[in-house]
């Protein structure tokens, strides 16, 4: 049986981190597109010759050719400007935008089969942007946000109470930007809510920092984060190359539920051979939902900024 054939679209620190994790995890063939000539045939390179040691069989290459992405069962893109100090992501709306139009329109030519996960910031616009260029089903074309943001939410709980990851279970919903929403009233720490474990205004600080947590690693490295984005998207595509079915919180195109019509937000799916093939709705406490309709309408002001660099719908 042929292996399946991954294209990632940028080489930068997420995109060479994607690489890597398809080759420990036995993914399938990798190809590493970037438009720096030398960048992405290195980090092949350097990812091929590991494969002795891993153990390893996958094909890994590098190119500046899109034509090398043919037949691609999935794409993960993550083309574009990276935040600096001081940026927001929507600081990175134009320039991002542009790029997201090539990156587009080069996968609907060259994989128009693929199921596409956009990771490029900021991210509502830029999975809107893949949406509309490539014209691709709904089901196949889905943002990574939520899988991200939900775990560091999950994170900071684990570091408050001093246990595993693994027993703490959150979700964040709406856009990946500064009023994405923690969902209080669904984090549970082993069945537990954890508002009978952490205090309210311990838990608003956790909360702050979910929505600060990009920004607070820009500042740290003064570049965006990449080790947890490209896991993230890791987690998304093996769901779907292995028909997992699994429920995950992406940035997914509503037409209806949670009373948003034409939008993608961050919101539970099933992801599963099909790609996203079921949006889920749960109940929220009246403030939840109130901040979700402040997050949706910063999608919208968001897409609405971006039209002027979008081809019609």
Same mark, same amino acid.
């Not at 205090?199 to 500042?219: C, K, S």
């Not at 080790?227 to 890791?234: F, K, L, R, T």
């Not at 998304?236 to 997914?252: G, I, S, T």
């Given at each position: ?77 993550? /083309? ?48 809107? /942007? ?124 509503? *037409? ?47 897409? *609405? ?9």
């Amino acid at each position: 049986m042929a292996r399946k054939k991954i294209a990632l679209i940028g080489a930068g620190m997420i995109g060479g981190t994607l690489a890597h994790l398809c080759a420990v995890k036995r993914l399938g063939d990798v190809v590493l597109f970037d438009v720096v000539e030398g960048l992405p045939q290195g980090k092949a390179l350097d990812l091929l010759e590991s494969g002795p040691i891993e153990g390893f069989d996958a094909s890994i290459v590098g190119t500046n050719a899109y034509a090398d992405i043919a037949g691609a069962d999935v794409c993960i893109v993550t /083309a574009g400007l990276a935040r600096k100090p001081g940026m927001s992501r929507d600081d990175l709306l134009q320039v991002n935008t542009k790029i997201m139009n090539d990156v587009a329109t080069s996968i609907r030519t060259h994989a128009p089969n693929a199921f596409v996960i956009v990771i490029t910031n900021p991210l509502d616009a830029m999975v809107t /942007a893949m949406k509309r260029i490539t014209g691709f089903p709904k089901q196949r074309v889905v943002g990574q946000a939520g899988v991200l943001d939900s775990a560091r939410y999950r994170t900071f709980v684990a570091m408050e109470l001093g246990v595993s990851v693994q027993s703490v279970s959150a979700i964040v919903l709406g856009g990946h930007g500064d009023d994405m929403v923690p969902v209080r009233s669904y984090c549970q720490v082993g069945g537990v809510p954890v508002e009978k474990l952490i205090p309210a205004a311990r838990l608003d600080a956790i909360e702050h920092r979910v929505r600060q947590a990009g920004g607070e690693i820009v500042n740290l490295l003064k570049t965006s984060a990449f080790y947890s984005p490209a896991h993230a998207a890791i987690l998304m595509a093996e769901a779907y190359l292995y028909d997992r079915k699994q429920v995950l919180p992406c940035a997914a195109l509503l *037409e209806g539920e949670y009373g948003v019509k034409g939008f993608y937000v961050g919101v539970p799916v099933v992801i599963g051979g099909g790609g996203v093939e079921k949006v889920i709705e749960i109940e929220l406490t009246a403030a939840e939902r109130q901040a979700l309709e402040v997050s949706v309408s910063h999608v919208r002001e968001l897409v *609405e900024a971006a039209e002027k660099f979008l081809p019609k719908a």
